[in-house]
């Protein structure tokens, strides 16, 4: 099986070009927001787990 690279490029371009126009302002807002919410909820949580998990180990040793 042989790739028509013309035609795959002409698709993948005819798609981003029919996407791009129709983001808007405040879908870039709201991805960026939520991104950066979604980075500082995943690094409490790893922060948190971090902290469980040595506790766990020292109330082990401690036994």
């Given at each position: 099986?042989?790739?028509n690279?013309?035609?795959?490029?002409?698709?993948?371009?005819?798609?981003?070009?029919?996407?791009?126009?129709?983001?808007?302002?405040?879908?870039?807002?709201?991805?960026?927001?939520?991104?950066?919410?979604?980075?500082i909820?995943?690094?409490?949580?790893?922060?948190?787990?971090?902290?469980?998990?040595?506790?766990?180990?020292?109330?082990?040793?401690?036994?």
């Amino acid at each position: 099986m042989t790739t028509n690279f013309p035609l795959l490029t002409c698709v993948v371009c005819g798609t981003l070009f029919s996407i791009v126009p129709n983001i808007t302002s405040a879908d870039v807002i709201k991805t960026v927001s939520l991104a950066v919410l979604g980075a500082i909820v995943s690094f409490i949580v790893s922060l948190l787990l971090k902290h469980t998990i040595r506790k766990q180990r020292k109330e082990q040793k401690n036994y």
